[in-house]
């Protein structure tokens, strides 16, 4: 076998190990995975490691590092090897329709430049003032993600629930059957449009989005120039037959200036395996082969690729100084307009500027009360994960979302912290209450309340109101989950923009223990 | 009254091809059964749940009395809450447990468990121990998640006219009651009546609509053929789901009755307050149910 045969079967394996790992990752909906195995799984992926490298920088978040290490040796192997949005338009390849009898017909085109540094300078400026807005739509792992979540999740549920039935059927009972993710238009809506956008791009030229839009695959093309190994024509065995061009999904082959744009190619190393003349080589950029054009130092790009670095290295340096700052800026009054955001996201400031919006926390969310947001927080709010009390409440033990997230945008807590963390405040309304209109028993709300911040007090005879102690109120929404209250709920909890720290529940004395003597009847 | 329980056990076990019919007596049988015992009620204390239990069903005339062979029995734990046993929140797994293993040596065909907890329940059947317990046992944990598990039916009461509620109750032959005995904050104490908010889809529609006189309609529906009230440990503040084991004392006590107004009746004795207080128990009472004054029952008291 050929050693760019046994190559291209490696990029496979790889590529296959890691997108069925994030799939499975994905899919956890039984919270089998530890918090280790998600570090590990999602260690690569460039965004969320970037992203929570600004905001601890250490080994386990320096996953992005590596991959540009990885960059500087090989070129843009992330993007075959690693992506998983890369990985899933190489199966949608495999999908196109043939024409012919030729497979995987694509072209070489021209390179829109002012496009892609566009793309990648505009995300840059949107992280350094705080909102990831741009990277909920471009980050191909978030948009992994959030396809997954979509359209993905019903049909494993849905097979889930359908093995369940047959199972139950002959009497084995040892699946579970799943809730369905409940249905959020703008995000299906984005979801399946993207996906045929992708599907549109992939069965045109290939990897476009990779090569045009993508702002990691964009940044990682500006690293690729420095690689050590590239790809590389000889001029003086190259027949120009074409072949390696038509097989290129990054369309970076120029047969006719016998010339690859290494800055765009996802390191598929197909066209070393399709070259029947062995004049496409991976090897040393310094070593000598005929002749080749093919690297030049490019300053403007090396220019951009410094402001970058300066960037980020800005950013990590507000993010420490905006640390220091927080617990002191002042809450705004009116606690209407703020989303519930999970525990371990310190506040909506925290939360906007590092959650990409991938949606692996609504997917392990065992309650699903995380669940994704349309225009209810105004567009900077679009798709992030907030808590909907309505569909379900946050379970007082359960740390799970803190455990997945791989952005940092929700810190993991131990369960005894997160009991203190305070997400909102519950506020009652008396007039909508049932034991007020219908003087009649309930306490649906107190019942849930794992705190008893909501607590039944003494009303008219025989009847007990809630009341509510916010001192040790955590936020979960328990109680409103629980208000039966029609058509507006008597107890709803509103948003902390910036989580504090409650009480803890009043420690009250042991009751006495004793077996009574005597039976009392 | 005799020769009708000796028609419908002669006709179950004589033609089972004739189903119409002998179904409808089915649905008669458990309570028409001539108990051994003349006990209304065993209350039983001072031992661990599986000796309280042995106990009060041998006085009440062995198992066999409650589960014959080849029959469904469906058990209706109180599992309500993400808390794990020792915090009384939910019903005692070694109970539950217990009682599985005592319906299959009785010859029950298939022991099923469910119920429709408050918490997420998938953390609430693991964190109880009760799923652990009925795996144990070799009964079935069934789930309650779904509305598809519920079907709706008419309820011929003041307040509740309809509720959906779990095939399980619809389709078992006999259906034992396994409450926790416990506070709580606003029907004061749970019971085995409360304890059936559990077998219904939507809870929510009770707490809105005079929540005491919905608990006191459910069994004009559906009584349980029998009603094992835990109280091995007993929850006596910020009920139902408690703040921690401070809110909990041990009891060791055990109320099984076939009157589930009447092991109500009791239980709210063992938690201290009197059944008059207890607005569901007044009205269950009221439109003869069952009987909450303990002085007309016969009762057997066991020390162990």
């Known amino acids: 076998m050929k050693v760019s045969h046994r190559l291209s079967i490696f990029r496979i394996v790889v590529a296959i190990l890691s997108f069925t790992l994030i799939t499975l990752a994905f899919f956890d909906y039984v919270s089998k995975l530890s918090f280790h195995h998600f570090r590990t799984i999602l ?34 192997v992330y993007c075959s090897w690693i992506c998983p949005l890369g990985i899933l338009q190489d199966g949608l390849c495999k999908l196109k329709p043939h024409k012919r009898k030729r497979r995987n017909r694509y072209q070489y085109y021209q390179t829109n430049k002012w496009l892609k540094y566009s793309i990648l300078i505009l995300t840059f400026v949107s992280i350094l003032l705080g909102s990831t807005i741009l990277l909920r739509f471009i980050d191909p792992y978030s948009l992994y993600g959030k396809m997954t979540y979509q359209l993905g999740s019903p049909v494993v549920v849905g097979v889930n629930n359908l093995a369940f039935d047959i199972l139950q059927q002959m009497g084995n009972y040892s699946l579970k059957p799943l809730p369905y993710p409940s249905f959020n238009l703008s995000a299906f809506v984005f979801s399946i449009g993207f996906l045929g956008i992708l ?48 097989n290129c999904k990054a369309g970076c082959i120029d047969t006719k200036l016998k ?132 569909k379900n409440f946050c379970n007082y033990d359960c740390v799970r979302c803190g455990e997945v997230c791989p952005t940092g945008a929700i810190k993991r807590l131990n369960s005894d912290d997160k009991k203190l963390v305070q997400i909102g405040q519950a506020h009652f309304f008396r007039e909508n209450c049932v034991v007020y209109t219908e003087e009649t028993a309930c ?43 029609l058509p507006n709920k008597a107890i709803y909890v509103a948003a902390n923009p910036i989580h504090f720290q409650a009480l803890a529940p009043e420690k009250s004395t042991k009751i006495q223990e004793e077996i009574p003597e005597e039976f009392p009847f | 009254m005799r020769k009708l329980c000796l028609g419908a056990v002669g006709g179950t ?7 119409a019919q002998s179904k409808d007596l089915e649905l008669l049988t458990p309570s028409f059964i ?61 109970l539950v447990s217990h009682i599985i293993k005592r319906c299959l040596e009785a010859g029950a065909a298939e022991v099923c468990i469910f119920d429709n907890p408050c918490d997420n329940w998938v953390k609430t059947y693991k964190t109880s121990g009760i799923e652990y317990a009925v795996k144990l046992a070799g009964g079935k944990m069934f789930p ?107 009891m060791k006590s055990m109320i099984i009755s076939r009157d589930i107004v ?43």
């Open chain 1, 259 to 390: 010339t690859i744009d290494f800055e765009r190619c996802v390191a598929c190393f197909n066209c070393l395996r399709t070259c029947s003349a062995h004049a496409i080589i991976f090897t040393h950029h310094q070593s000598k082969i005929g002749e080749s054009n093919l690297y030049h130092p490019d300053i403007q790009r090396r220019r951009i690729l410094g402001m970058m670095i300066t960037a980020t290295a800005g950013l990590g340096l507000k993010s420490a100084m905006a640390q220091a700052n927080i617990g002191t800026k002042a809450m705004l009054p009116n606690p209407k307009p703020y989303p519930v955001t999970p525990p371990g996201s310190l506040s909506l400031e925290h939360f906007n500027k590092t959650c990409t919006a991938c949606h692996l926390c609504i997917n392990a969310c065992p309650t699903q009360v995380l669940q994704p947001a349309m225009l209810q927080f105004g567009l900077i709010g679009l798709f992030q994960p907030y808590l909907d009390f309505h």
């Open chain 2, 34 to 94: 001539p108990s051994s015992s003349g006990y209304d009620l065993v209350a039983v204390k001072g031992g661990e749940p599986e000796v309280m239990f042995d106990k009060a069903i041998a006085a009440m005339g062995g198992m066999t009395q409650f589960v014959k062979a080849g029959q469904k029995v469906v058990v209706k734990p109180n599992i309500g809450w993400d808390v794990a046993p020792e915090r009384a929140g939910n019903t005692n797994p070694q």
């Open chain 1, 443 to 485: 306490g649906a709300c107190s019942e849930h309340c794992p705190t008893k911040a909501v607590h039944m007090v003494s009303y008219k005879a025989g009847l007990t109101i809630p009341e509510v102690n916010q001192n040790i109120c955590v936020g979960c929404g328990a109680c409103e989950y629980a208000s039966p209250a």
């Open chain 2, 144 to 250: 309650a998640n779904e509305e598809r598990f519920f079907k709706n039916v008419n309820i011929q009461g003041k307040v509740l006219k309809t509720a959906a509620v779990h095939e399980l109750i619809l389709n078992s032959d006999v259906f034992i009651n396994v409450p926790i005995l416990k506070n709580h904050g606003s029907t004061l104490f749970t019971g085995s009546m409360k304890n059936l908010m559990g077998v219904v889809w939507d809870r929510r529609f009770w707490h809105r609509n005079n929540l005491h006189q919905c608990i006191a309609d459910f069994p004009k529906f559906k009584k349980p053929d029998l009603n094992v009230i835990d109280a091995y440990r007993v929850m006596f503040r910020n009920g139902p789901k408690g703040l921690s084991q401070a809110d909990v004392k041990l």
């Open chain 1, 43 to 76: 260690f690569l992926q460039f965004v969320p490691s970037l992203l929570q490298f600004i905001q601890s920088p250490s080994i386990i978040t320096a996953g992005f590092i590596l991959v540009i290490l990885l960059t500087l040796l090989f070129g843009r």
């Open chain 1, 199 to 246: 599907i549109f791009l992939v069965f045109w030229r290939g990897r476009v989005y990779c090569t045009e839009w993508c702002p990691v695959g964009t940044l990682l093309g500006l690293v690729s120039k420095f690689s050590i190994f590239k790809l590389r024509v000889s001029e003086s065995d190259c027949t120009a037959c074409g072949l390696c061009a038509r």
């Open chain 2, 13 to 19: 076990l004589m033609v089972k091809g004739m189903r």
């Open chain 2, 262 to 304: 009447a092991a109500d009746s009791a239980a709210s004795r063992l938690i201290g307050l009197d059944p008059s207080e207890i607005t569901h128990i007044v009205m269950a009472n009221n439109s003869k149910i069952g009987t909450m004054d303990l002085s007309k029952l016969s009762i057997q008291r066991i020390n162990i």
